[in-house]
């Protein structure tokens, strides 16, 4: 399969929030300002990438019995590091994700992609498929933050244009999270259907 | 059949045990990589928030671990670490940093607390465990901004308890939480001397 093939498959065909619904737990979570889902997007894709390559090169290793456990350490290991280096290297992306960051060990992208894909396939597969994956997750991310944060904030980019003063909070709230899901996978599932 | 079983027991330990050893190397690398830098991140943090309420010169007291002071309220606010503020020799006051419960955790702040007992201003250091949007909005100059010229006697109090602090939109319980944190501080810097 080529790599754009593969790339389409991860944004939209089997993107893995909007068609595979895995993953809600963040999307609803981080999705309140656009700088808050890219840098969860694309720390998730880090790891993604990072826990398929070694969980494919250890996958005639590990036996079949213990294999969740053994891919959640790996992936919390992952995450972990990710955290640390963020911390020490950009803080001010450490202060905003805080609390996310550690979470990104039980996002179930990487468990499911981990068990469904790296466990049975080559490397080189597993790396491309943890990078669309990712990709796939970030831009879900992308289009649910800007329209929360345009919505329920008033700006536009974390703050930096400011749309409107008087803004719909609930869309920032838990219940604009759900609200906004909702409408994009609809969307995406009209958009999908089109297609065909 | 009893001894098979066995030792697939002692494989599986075996194989978790190696990759679970690994991953801790891994992580102890990295740890000792990063924990200077984040050190270093977290006392420019504190030197930050130290400048922004009280131009002085500091100098830490000790803070047992755990010390918490009890406000007029009744709200029990931790006592995270706190500074002796002189300007050239003369007493300044008292910063003190404290971390009162807000909506999802405590909300780290410094407060910087005058010789003549008025809040020289205040410096949320982390609402990262705030709701995104309205309680961590506590860390916009806006909000605290209100609190420089308040007096440190322990009646700080946002409008709806009788105050005079304009609370955050939708995060009451933050504006709240702030405020008592403040009260606090004043009150561990009036039991200082």
């Known amino acids: 399969m080529s790599f754009g093939k593969n790339l389409k498959e991860g944004l939209f065909t089997n993107n893995p929030v909007l068609v595979q619904l895995i993953g809600m737990c963040p999307t609803l979570a981080t999705t309140t300002s656009v700088i808050n889902g890219v840098g969860m997007g694309l720390s998730a894709t880090a790891v993604l990438i990072c826990s398929n390559i070694v969980i494919s090169l250890l996958r005639k290793f ?11 350490t790996v992936i919390a290991g992952f995450v972990t590091m990710i955290d ?9 992306l450490s202060a905003s994700l805080g609390l996310f960051i550690p979470l990104i060990v039980v996002n179930c992208i990487i468990l499911g992609r981990a068990e469904a894909f790296a466990s049975k396939n080559s490397v080189g597969a597993s790396a491309v498929d943890g990078l669309v994956m990712g990709l796939g997750f970030t831009f879900a991310l992308v289009v649910m933050s800007v329209v929360r944060e345009l919505l329920g904030a008033g700006t536009i980019g974390g703050g930096l244009i400011t749309v409107f003063s008087q803004p719909a909070t609930i869309m920032i709230l838990p219940a604009g999270g759900f609200l906004t899901l909702g409408f994009v996978i609809a969307v995406m599932q009209k958009l999908l259907k089109k297609g065909e | 059949m009893a001894g098979k079983q066995k030792n697939e027991f002692v494989q599986l330990g075996g194989v978790l045990c190696a990759i679970t050893l690994v ?11 990063t924990v200077e830098p984040i050190a270093k991140q977290n006392q420019i943090k ?16 000790e803070v047992a671990e ?3 002071v009890k406000t007029d309220k009744g709200t029990d606010v931790e006592i995270v670490s706190a500074y002796k503020m002189t300007k ?7 910063c003190v940093e404290v971390a ?7 909300v780290d702040t410094m407060v910087g607390i005058s010789a003549d007992g008025t809040i020289t201003g205040i410096s949320i250091i982390s609402a990262s465990s705030e709701t995104p949007g309205l ?4 860390t916009k100059p806006e909000f605290q901004d209100q609190f420089a010229g308040q007096p440190a006697d322990g009646t700080v109090a946002v409008e709806k308890d009788g105050g005079s602090i304009v609370a955050l939109t939708g995060a009451t319980i933050t504006s709240r939480a702030v405020s008592e944190g403040v009260n606090a501080a004043a009150k561990f810097a009036a039991e200082q001397g």
Request: aromatic residues 6%; glycine residues 14%; hydrophobic residues 45%.
């Open chain 2, 46 to 61: 504190t030197e930050n928030a130290l400048a922004q309420v009280m131009d002085a010169d500091s100098e830490p007291i």
């Open chain 2, 23 to 33: 991953v801790a190397l891994c992580l102890g690398a990295v740890n000792a990589i």
């Open chain 2, 66 to 68: 755990g010390t918490t």
């Open chain 1, 84 to 92: 640390l280096l963020l911390q020490a290297f950009i803080p001010s």
């Open chain 1, 62 to 72: 590990i036996p079949n019995k213990v294999r969740i456990a053994a891919y959640i």
């Open chain 2, 88 to 94: 050239d020799g003369q007493d300044a006051g008292y």
């Open chain 2, 135 to 138: 309680g961590a909005n506590s």
């Open chain 2, 100 to 106: 009162p419960t807000g909506f999802g955790g405590g």
